[in-house]
């Protein structure tokens, strides 16, 4: 069992949890994730290490609690425990100094983003982060990025903080700017997101590292639920990834397998009297 020191919400279903596993938090490197059960009898998920406490023995995670699942996690509370913690998985992010980057979060795929843009500034890059969401409640971790970036961004569908419309928007400005155009950008979101944010730059040759999350089981390559297609060759997200050159994932045949359950999900959902909007 592992103990759930505290919890906190940081966004509208949106949990922060911060979780004693001594081993893990000893092992964990910034791009790696864990997958979690809340009991014996739950269904498995696949969290990224947010961060990390070697000392303290905790690791952080940020999960959002739209579904039976990631609920059950998220319910648990300050004292309580999760059954299983397994990790950390995955291959870690590769960080090297490369001088300017850009970091671009979108909704919750920016609890994904901010180890590696954390360990990017502490590599001694200089590190401009956007990120967004519907609208400002759904913009996280804002206090936290601005700590090591030397500026924080942001855009809302609604413009309810900084620039209406969507990250691409903020991104394409600075790409505009050959004062500002980076060595490298790491995207972490919604797949449509982060296939824009290949396009854009795409065209200029800018390194651009994406963080996938597709459909997974148990974490170790053997199901084959997470495969993806990258540079023409199947791969495996769970451990050749999560994190893949963007300009190279086949975004459309992703889409496509991450609603291959989706009717299945809404059958669940309605006969349990869900509400997953």
């Known amino acids: 069992m592992y103990k759930v020191v505290s919890t906190e919400v940081i966004?509208?279903?949106v949990h922060r949890l911060v979780v004693e596993a001594p081993r893990v938090a000893a092992a964990r490197r910034p791009g790696q994730f864990v997958i979690v059960r809340s009991s014996a009898d739950a269904e498995r998920i696949p969290l990224t290490i947010a961060d990390a406490d070697a000392d303290a023995g905790t690791i952080t995670l940020i999960v959002q609690a739209i579904g039976r699942g990631t609920r059950e996690i998220a319910e648990v509370p300050s004292g309580g425990a999760l059954r299983d913690v397994a990790g950390p998985l995955g291959e870690p992010t590769e960080i090297r100094r490369v001088g300017r980057v850009v970091c671009v979060g979108g909704g919750v795929g920016t609890a994904v983003l901010f180890p590696l843009a954390k360990a990017l500034?502490?590599?001694?890059?200089?590190v401009t982060t956007i990120i967004g969401g519907r609208s400002e409640p759904f913009v996280i971790l804002r206090r936290e990025l601005a700590a090591f970036s030397k500026a924080v961004l942001t855009a809302t569908e609604d413009g309810s903080l900084g620039v209406k419309g969507f990250v691409t928007a903020v991104l394409a400005e600075i790409l505009a700017d050959p004062a500002r155009v980076p060595a490298a950008v790491y995207a972490v979101g919604p797949?449509?997101?982060?296939?824009?944010?290949?396009?854009?730059?795409?065209?200029?040759?800018?390194r651009t590292i994406v963080s996938l999350n597709p459909i997974m089981i148990d974490g170790t390559g053997m199901c084959g639920g997470c495969r993806v297609t990258v540079g023409g060759q199947t791969k495996f997200a769970c451990v050749d990834g999560p994190e893949f050159d963007g300009h190279q994932v086949d975004f459309r045949e992703l889409a496509n397998r991450q609603g291959t359950y989706a009717e299945h999900e809404c059958r669940l959902s309605n006969a349990r009297g869900e509400n997953r909007s």
């Open 191 to 206: 797949l449509p997101m982060m296939a824009a944010v290949a396009e854009q730059t795409r065209p200029m040759g800018i």
């Open 11 to 13: 966004a509208p279903s």
């Open 121 to 126: 500034a502490e590599a001694g890059n200089e």
